[in-house]
């Protein structure tokens, strides 16, 4: 079955009849991949005559050169055969085509293996849709309840897992992830100012971008940012570990053993990020202001010992407070749905890759949405 | 419920268990019972349930229907406090090997040793050493799975599976990946561990060798009636036993006539593995 030197030989197909009910059919020319060939369709059109066949047989004398496709399009024939009363004979195909064909045939299918994929209604996937949002809402309630039962028990000293697991985590969540946190809030830092120029210089109240920019940091855009960024970073990752994870049966093996996962891989990851998410906060309320104080210093003719003075007068502990609770709540957000994601991936490397992106959208989303809570709380509490 | 033979006591029965995932049962009315000090052998072809059946045995797929019973008391149904103290005693070995892949081979077996045991760190890391060396790994405590081949992470996870010498060990397929060598010294090791430590073990396996060289009881698993169709000692099976299909499965092989033409993948020449 070597490829063909010369160009291939088309397929001839001719059905012969032989007797009533009877038929042979004739198959010359090459039958191979690298050549136009009537496929099964070509085949099945060639035995569908109009007058009824019971038995037809093969000759293939003409047949110069064959490969797998050939032994595809007969065990379709066949197939269709069984279906519409056709019995055919084997016995004038290639020898080694009927070898292949017996092989393919000698484990009966599966019954029930096959998977059906019959498109449903626009209602069933309706329905299916709505039920399955309502059991991903209970598998998250439900995390969360054990989540705070584990922080409970490590509250009270009583849970289980490694530290070295908890300090990695920690440089991870921590130190790992100033410079992207830097860059990141010196550019907001910046943005706010240059936003804020453009409305106050018209009035010559420029100084006032020093509080602008210290106030919208402190209270939203420093936590809200360096969620995010956590969201995509770390939540991310925690997903694709744990996921992995399910996908080697580590998981299994924790729970054989009797170590609750919870404790031994959600927790670790949720105190890393509960303790640096407030710090990394801090920090990007640093660099936010460094951003402004650049553009305001630089572009607006303040001097820096100006700007420091505003910022300092307007910024409340109340605002950097703010900020630095909701921080905390973030934290928890990003480390839950990406171990949660996690731990529901499936087997597959797809899953895993699946439940990396649901874990970001899923955290981004529930940031925003917590964060507008707030604000509108915080409204009417005058806070 | 299965009688009680005179010196043998049942350790795992198990009553009409079916499973299924979703709609598609894998397997239905299984009954068996696997006695003290046994080493019960579930086999059958690829794909039959072997794994789901002993992931069922160890707690981690609910049946569809049917019962599991330990010594120690019911397993499926019960509640999952009750099945969570029974699943510490059991020593698992994962078809995939399912290493802990953060931790080295020494953190691997030793961190059940150091969550149940109050031994200082140096016994852990003693302990874990001898049943890597057990194992055939002496030398290896400080390598990742990932930095070791697939039948040292085999091997890696039975050293696991012993670290708190369990009542029952349950492996998935443990010479799997193995050279011809570290397969029998594994058979030896598995009669070994119940011997010296009275263990009884449940192994799913398809090699026969190791089905013969340890197997005292064992079920048969089939796909298409997916039920067992043949139970009872492995070697009264090949030579007595009444089923034709399963004579087949366990003569395939060691039959001394020439082989027949084989698929390609079942050449003899598999890479051996240097041991360390
Ligand atoms: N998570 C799952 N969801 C749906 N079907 C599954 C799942 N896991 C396994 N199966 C199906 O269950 C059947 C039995 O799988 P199982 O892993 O128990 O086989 P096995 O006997 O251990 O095979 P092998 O010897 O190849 O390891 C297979 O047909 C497989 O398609
Ligand atoms: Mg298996």
Same mark, same amino acid.
Request: glycine letters at 12%; hydrophobic letters at 45%.
């Given at each position: ?7 291939p030989?088309?397929v ?9 009910g ?13 050549a136009?060939?009537?496929?099964h369709s ?11 066949l019971?038995a ?8 110069s050169?064959w ?7 007969i065990?379709?024939l ?11 004979d084997?016995?004038?195909?290639p020898?080694?085509?009927r070898?292949?064909?017996?092989l393919a045939?000698?484990v009966p299918?599966?019954?029930g ?15 299916g849709q709505?039920i399955?949002?309502?059991r991903d809402?209970m598998?998250f ?7 705070t ?8 000293g009583r ?5 070295v697991?908890?300090m990695a985590?920690i440089? !991870?969540?921590?130190?790992?992830a100033?410079?992207?946190v830097s ?15 453009i409305?106050l ?6 100084i ?7 106030i919208?940091m402190?209270r939203?855009?420093?936590?809200i940012?360096t969620?995010?960024i956590?969201a995509?970073?770390? #939540?991310?990752a925690?997903?694709a ?5 399910q996908?080697n049966?580590?998981i !299994?093996a924790?729970?054989t053993l009797?170590?609750d996962?919870m404790?031994f891989?959600?927790?670790?990851r949720?105190l890393?990020?509960?303790?640096m998410?407030?710090l990394?906060?801090?920090?990007s309320?640093v660099?936010?202001i460094?951003?402004?104080a650049?553009?305001?210093? #630089? ?6 010992t ?7 007068l ?9 900020g630095?609770i909701k ?5 928890i957000i990003v480390a ?8 529901q991936?499936?087997?597959s490397?797809?899953?895993v ?10 955290a981004i989303?529930?940031?925003?949405v917590?964060?507008g809570?707030?604000?509108?709380v ?6 | ?10 350790q795992?029965?198990?009553d009409?268990?079916?499973?299924a995932y ?5 397997q ?6 696997v ?20 992931k069922?045995l160890?707690?981690?797929?609910p049946?569809a229907?049917g019962?599991?019973?330990?010594a ?7 509640a ?7 699943m510490r ?6 078809q995939?090997?399912a ?8 953190e ?10 109050d031994?200082?760190?140096?016994d852990?890391?003693?302990l874990? =050493?001898?049943?890597l060396a ?8 400080d390598?990742y799975?990932?930095e070791i081949s697939?039948g040292?992470q085999?091997r =890696? ?7 708190l010498?369990?009542a ?5 397929e ?8 570290s397969s029998?010294?594994?058979d030896?090791?598995i009669?070994?561990l119940?011997?010296?430590?009275d263990t009884t ?8 060798d190791?089905i013969?060289a ?10 298409v009636?997916?039920?067992a169709?043949?139970s009872?000692?492995p070697?009264d099976?090949?030579?007595h ?8 499965f366990l ?9 027949e033409?084989?698929?390609?993948s079942?050449s ?6 240097a041991r360390?």
């Open positions: 079955m070597l490829p063909a030197q010369t160009s030989d088309p001839r197909l001719d059905l012969r009849s032989t007797g009533t009877t038929a042979t059919l004739v198959i010359g020319g090459d039958w191979i991949l690298e136009p060939t009537p496929g070509g085949l099945v059109k060639a035995v569908s005559t109009g007058t009824a019971t037809i047989a093969f000759d293939t004398t003409g047949l050169d490969d797998s496709t050939f032994v595809t399009a065990l379709h066949v197939q269709h055969g069984d279906d519409s009363g056709i019995r055919f084997m016995d004038g195909l020898q080694g085509a070898r292949l064909i017996d045939t000698a299918e599966r019954q293996a096959r998977r059906r994929s019959e498109r449903p209604g626009l209602l069933t996937r309706l329905g709505v399955e949002t309502g809402t598998a309630i439900s995390f969360m309840g054990e989540a039962i584990a922080l409970g028990r490590f509250l009270v849970a289980r897992f490694r530290r697991d908890l985590m440089e !991870d969540c921590g130190v790992r100033l410079p992207i860059l990141i809030s010196v550019l907001i830092g910046l943005i706010l100012a240059f936003v804020g120029a409305q210089r018209p009035f010559g109240a420029q006032y971008v020093a509080d602008l920019v210290s919208a402190a939203e855009m420093a936590a940012m969620g995010i956590m995509g970073r770390t #939540g991310a925690f997903a570990q744990l996921g992995t994870m996908v049966e580590e !299994d924790f729970r009797g170590f996962p404790e891989l959600v927790l670790p949720m890393a990020l509960i303790l998410m407030p990394l906060t801090i920090y309320n660099m936010g460094l951003g402004g650049i553009v305001g210093v #630089g572009m607006l003719g303040l001097t820096p100006e700007y420091y003075l505003e910022t300092a307007s910024t409340t502990l109340t605002d950097l407070s703010l630095i921080s905390v709540f973030f934290g839950i749905t990406g171990c949660l994601k996690g731990i991936s499936g087997r490397a797809s899953a890759g699946d439940a990396a992106t649901s874990a970001v959208v899923m989303v529930m940031i925003i917590f964060d809570i707030f604000a509108v915080t409204n009417i509490l005058g806070i | 419920m299965p009688e009680k033979t005179p010196g043998k006591t049942p795992i029965i198990v009409d268990l079916t499973l979703g709609d598609f049962v894998i239905k009315n299984l009954s068996f019972t006695d003290h000090g046994d080493i019960f052998i579930i086999m059958g072809g690829s794909g039959c349930g072997k794994s789901t059946v002993l069922s160890i707690g981690l797929k049946p229907a019962t599991v019973r330990y120690r008391g019911e397993f499926w149904p019960a999952p406090a009750t099945r969570e103290a029974m005693g059991f020593g698992v070995l994962y995939s090997g290493l802990w892949s953060s931790m080295t081979l020494a691997n077996v030793g961190l059940p040793l150091g969550e149940y045991t031994l200082p760190p140096a852990i890391r003693d874990a =050493a001898m049943k057990l194992v055939g790994l002496s030398g290896f405590e390598y799975p990932s697939g040292m085999k =890696a996870g039975i050293a696991r599976a012993m670290a010498d369990p029952i060990l349950f492996f998935d443990p010479s799997a990946g193995l050279d011809p060598l029998k010294r594994l030896d090791l009669l070994e119940r011997d010296s430590l073990i449940v192994v799913v396996t398809h090699e026969l190791s013969f340890i197997g005292n009881n064992s079920i048969f698993l089939d796909a009636t997916k039920t169709i043949a009872g000692n070697k099976l090949r030579d036993g009444s089923n034709a299909e399963v004579r087949d003569n395939r092989g060691r039959s001394a006539q020439p082989q033409v084989s698929m390609p079942d003899p020449t598999r890479p051996g593995m360390p």
